[in-house]
């Protein structure tokens, strides 16, 4: 008959073999990635390794110069100014840019901030399809959003999101019915 408490006694065993400091101590396992990480630090196989190397040798400058401002950058609360390099290819525009401008008024840790940035993402695509149909361009906005490769790899989820987005807009549909009504 087998005896459970033996098996509870034999993994205690195990356990205990594992976490004594000889067992810490002997060669890492074949082909366990990152072993011994989170062994005391006198333990660990690659503590001898572990320097922090010094920061670029021989450069010619204290700090790497200012990249010239040429358009409006957004810059976090907590820096006290710009960063030396940063991105122009997209300076904030039109309401997103004024949504983006309110974000940047409150710190990182808050989440307004992030929930600003996320909504003047959205509202920027919209302000694309406006640009684009204003200039005469229709854009294929199916595509755009990835519709051919859902499609072509996830069947059953385009499925889905169609079935919810028909769902969606009969709601609208019924809502705006009943109001016409009234």
Not at 54 to 69: E, G, I, K, T
Request: charged share 25%; aromatic share 6%; proline share 8%.
């Amino acid at each position: 008959m087998h005896n459970h408490d033996d098996d509870q006694a034999g993994d205690r065993a195990v356990h205990a073999e594992k976490t004594s400091p000889e067992a810490q101590r002997r060669k890492p396992p074949a082909g366990i990635h990152g072993w011994g990480a989170d062994l005391d630090p006198a333990m660990r196989p690659a503590v001898p390794k572990e320097r922090t190397p010094p920061r670029l040798d021989n450069v010619h400058w204290d700090a790497p110069a200012q990249q010239a401002r040429t358009v409006e950058v957004l810059h976090s609360t907590e820096r006290p100014g710009i960063t030396p390099v940063f991105g122009t290819s997209a300076p904030p525009s039109g309401v997103s840019g004024m949504i983006r401008r309110g974000a940047f008024r409150y710190s990182e840790n808050d989440l307004r901030h992030w929930l600003m940035l996320l909504f003047a993402d959205r509202v920027n695509v919209v302000e694309g399809i406006v640009d684009d149909l204003a200039h005469g361009h229709v854009p294929n906005i199916f595509a755009e959003m990835g519709g051919p490769a859902e499609w072509k790899y996830n069947r059953a989820g385009f499925a889905r999101k169609a079935v919810v987005a028909t769902v969606v807009v009969g709601l609208i549909a019924v809502c705006v019915q009943r109001r016409r009504r009234r």
